[in-house]
């Protein structure tokens, strides 16, 4: 049996981290049945109703499909009460398996309110029904149909960015590197704000020291996420994957890149930033302290969560001016 040299996790996370681990406890959600994705993707989605309530109003909200040629995938357009000077595309996390238009619903819906532009939240196709890089080019084809269809849509999407949490982060800047590399104009982007993203890293320090039960990234479940994802071992190298295989030194929007203190995957933002940095590629590292993986879907609760999607907000306004 392998050691578990790890940080005690649980004794360092911040009193209002704390109490959202307390309020799960307390309000129990049926354990599934089995492992089947379907039966993981109903309990995660039954979770997440309560921490998606009671989210700003917006002047409307617009469901609207999209085909592409892995078939038709589904949008939600949030439009704020404010005039938007820019279009943010949204994507979620869930390690790939899980999360869907309503479980961050909130996230958007904040995004909208506290940057004052429209937000589109993708609901790229799941793995492992779908593999690499389907989800990428769902997204590449979503940013392509409002590009062209804005005036129908009321948007300004002369100027767009990107925008994800965990898994989502990951796919909001490979999609940001592939739209780029293959010169496909869909706006100009003008920031990309990553939440608590992997974007490659096979092993680190924060890896070994972190991640449990308490947030479902033990490295087995890393391990499981990616085998999902992933067709074959070759995607693992390529640079929509493993974005440090990528040209990181020239022509990158400027990212805002957000880490949880006590999350397994904060040495892959950390990596992230110090390369960006290092090439003079305009870049914001934040790490909000005392929190976990996944620590944004807790606003009704937490205040660093809010904060968080504040400063991800004020960094996208910035470069918009």
């Known amino acids: 049996m392998k050691p578990e040299n790890k940080v005690n996790v649980l004794s360092n996370i911040s009193e209002e981290m704390r109490s959202v681990l307390q309020f799960q406890l307390d309000n129990p959600q049926p354990l599934p049945a ?29 469901e609207v499909k999209i085909a592409t040629k892995y078939g038709e995938i589904g949008t939600r ?86 925008a994800g949490d965990s898994a989502g982060a990951m796919l909001a800047m490979a999609t940001t590197l592939w739209l780029r590399d293959r010169d496909i104009n869909c706006g100009d982007v003008m920031a990309v704000l990553l939440y608590y993203g992997l974007f490659g890293l096979r092993d680190s320090v924060t890896r070994r020291l972190y991640g449990g039960p308490w947030d479902g990234l033990t490295q087995q479940d890393l391990q499981d996420y990616e085998n999902a994802y992933l067709a074959d071992e ?61 620590f944004l879907h807790y606003s009704r609760m937490m205040k660093t969560a809010d904060q968080a999607l504040r400063d991800g907000a004020d960094y996208f306004k910035q470069n918009l001016k």
């Open 234 to 294: 070759r995607d693992r190298e390529s640079p929509y994957y493993c974005l440090f295989n990528n040209d990181l030194t020239r022509n990158v929007p400027p990212c805002f890149i957000a880490g949880a203190e006590f999350d397994p995957l904060i040495d892959d933002s950390r990596a992230l930033y110090q390369t960006l940095s290092e090439h003079r590629q305009p870049c914001r590292y934040q790490t909000y302290s005392g929190t976990l993986h996944a």
């Open 34 to 62: 089995d492992s089947h994705y379907e039966t993981l993707r109903l309990c995660y989605n039954q979770e997440r109703k309560y921490w998606n309530e009671q989210g700003p109003e917006m002047m409307k909200v617009q």
């Open 77 to 162: 357009v949030y439009y704020p009460k404010m005039s938007g000077e820019a279009t943010l595309f949204y994507l979620h996390g869930g390690g790939f398996i899980l999360g869907n238009l309503n479980t961050h619903d909130r996230i958007m819906r904040l995004l909208a309110h506290y940057t004052g532009c429209a937000v589109i939240g993708i609901d790229y196709t799941l793995s492992p029904e779908a593999r690499f890089p389907q989800a990428i080019e769902e997204t590449v084809a979503a940013c392509q149909f409002f590009h062209t269809h804005s005036a129908d849509y009321s948007l300004n999407a002369r100027r767009i960015g990107f």
